[in-house]
């Protein structure tokens, strides 16, 4: 979904020696000299304090400036540490550089001790899931990652700056029938840090999506963010789903996508035009609440394709509605979603997520406590039995059921047969 004076002697001279003061000193000669020495200080300090007091207010006025150049290398900077994470899932000669891209940065520009350990473990990290996609019959021939930098926000020695990363994974077939690519656009927030020398470290890095982040290349598990609702629930419309089984030999469970109530086709169009460009008729909660825009993206799929609004009150859970002007809980929210769709019958439960196929529905339980966290839609299925989703938070398209037990082993999967 993602941390120095001993303290002086009570007479000092200017290189550090001691100076005991003589018992035999007389008592005219003893202020006399004091005296003078005094005067030798107040001269002293007249000539070294100005100089002292104009090297600190040009050390404080000092500033680090981020010109041009430097958005330019700040955003070259983000996009090697991105394309490390990419090509650590990749086959091949891409996927096996020698050195990571970012180890070319120094000076003026560079990760910090600390941020380069960390990417480190987790290009180690995505290295393992490599390994498990492999095991599950799924390999990416080559990879293109683009960074866009959106803005820089100046804080005294701290820069922050924003930018949203653009992925493309090339399927390798191993199986045949996969589709040609996968890919996904992630919003990410970096930290720059100054030194006293006006040099930039990359000392942070962190996804700014929905908490229910999945991208493929994201090294840490999504973050769960608890929602406190104020929703009214009536009695008996909660009902759990059943959870799903991630066994890849699972039985057949066929689907008749030509005939029915709904247009399978028509839904999966409608997903896989919008994913990255959001259609202007509904709000986009994409970075814009906890919960992320996620829901509301497999609601409006399913609308495409033939589900109509049950119209009524936006908390009540039997009821699913959504426009630009107003969408009840359950076209929206993640559980709430869940609740309509078993209240209405409008879908039934798969015992395995290899049984979904084009238009069915899969929510996921990162953390399992019981809540769900993230929505996500069916827009393709091989002829070898592996489901494609595609959905927001972060935007993505046609990733593999299998790309995503593989990121998140440890999640509980709900799959929903529409």
Known sequence: MQKF????????????ETFVKSRNM?????????????????????????VASASAATARSAAP??????????????????????????????????????????????????????ENAALTSLDRRKDRLSALGEKYSKANTVVTLNSTRLRGTKAEVAVTETTTLTYQKVRGDEPGTTGFQAHHALTFTADARG???????????AAADLAVN????????????????????????PRAATT????????????????????????????????????????????GDCTNFASQSLKAGGWKHAPGYVYDYTKWFGNAD?????????????????????????????????????????????????TMFVTYRSAQGVP?????????????VASIIASNPNAYYYAYRT
């Open 388 to 400: 494609y989703l595609t959905y927001h938070s972060a935007n993505t398209y046609r990733r593999s």
């Open 326 to 374: 107003i969408q009840s809980d359950s076209f929206v929210g993640v559980n709430e979603w869940s609740w309509f769709a078993q209240n209405s019958k409008r879908t039934t439960s798969l015992a395995y997520v290899y049984q979904l196929d084009v238009g069915d529905v899969l929510q996921m339980d990162f953390d399992k406590d019981g809540s769900k966290d993230h």
């Open 65 to 118: 400036i981020v010109d041009q150049q430097t958005r330019a290398t700040f955003q070259r900077l983000a996009d090697a540490v991105l394309t490390d994470r990419t090509d650590a899932l990749v086959d091949g000669a891409q996927g096996n550089r020698k050195k990571p891209l970012t180890n070319v940065f120094s000076g003026d520009v560079k990760l910090s001790a600390a941020l380069a350990r960390s």
């Open 248 to 291: 890849r030999t699972a039985p057949a469970k066929a689907k008749n996508l030509t005939t029915g109530a709904y247009d399978y086709k028509a839904m999966a169009t409608y997903a896989e035009k919008y994913w990255s460009t959001y259609n202007k008729a509904y709000p986009n909660f994409n970075g814009h609440s906890a919960g």
């Open 199 to 209: 040099h930039w470290q990359l000392t942070g890095i962190r996804n700014t999506d």
């Open 26 to 50: 007389g008592r005219t000669r003893s202020r006399a000299a004091i005296v003078v020495a005094a005067a030798a200080s107040v001269a002293a300090g007249a000539a070294l304090l100005p």
């Open 5 to 16: 004076h001993n303290p002086a002697s009570p007479i000092a001279g200017a290189r550090g």
């Open 218 to 241: 994201q090294p840490a598990e999504p973050s769960v963010v608890s929602r406190a609702g104020t929703s009214r629930v009536a009695a008996g419309t909660t009902p759990n789903a």
